[in-house]
């Protein structure tokens, strides 16, 4: 992990960053179902998912989320700091054995009447699977200290 100062009129709309991949395995989805207690046939029983439209298990929504945001978070900003997701969707499924990978686009830039010396940064996130198809995406909400 890097640490690096970038201060809010650092920060350009549409700059853009990519984490490398990583592969969502059973052991992910397991763990995440006792983190959780989510315990859906959706997630667990292969035999029943054979049954369903995907025909196999998927991971949980929350679970590519995490991993995502985790994925996107190498670089520690102590000027900024998170204040929450919008827009969260979970648009396509991951299976066990697939790949991804995050986009990170600084969407835009807007004034925090609540803190002056404060301005809000709204990026862009994408979590992109193996075959380039967008399974996830949000908003990413950051508060981002102006230059003094």
């Not at 960053?17 to 315990?39: K, L, N, P």
């Not at 035999?47 to 929504?61: L, M, N, P, S, V």
């Amino acid at each position: 992990m890097n640490t690096r100062s970038v201060f809010y009129e650092q920060y350009d709309v549409g700059e853009t960053r990519e984490t490398s991949g990583r592969t969502i395995t059973e052991t992910d989805i397991v763990m995440h179902a006792g983190q959780t207690g989510d315990f859906y046939p959706h997630h667990m029983d292969a035999e029943w998912c054979k049954t369903q439209d995907f025909k196999q298990r998927i991971a949980h929504g929350t679970l590519i989320f995490s991993v995502g945001v985790g994925m996107s978070a190498g670089d520690i900003n102590p000027e900024a700091f998170s204040y929450g997701y919008d827009r969260l969707r979970f648009i396509k499924p991951v299976f066990i054995g697939d790949t991804i990978h995050v986009r990170v686009t600084v969407k835009e830039k807007r004034e925090y009447p609540k803190r002056s010396d404060h301005g809000m940064v709204v990026e862009q996130v994408e979590v992109v699977n193996q075959a380039g198809a967008t399974v996830l995406a949000c908003e990413h909400l950051l508060l981002v200290k102006r230059q003094a």
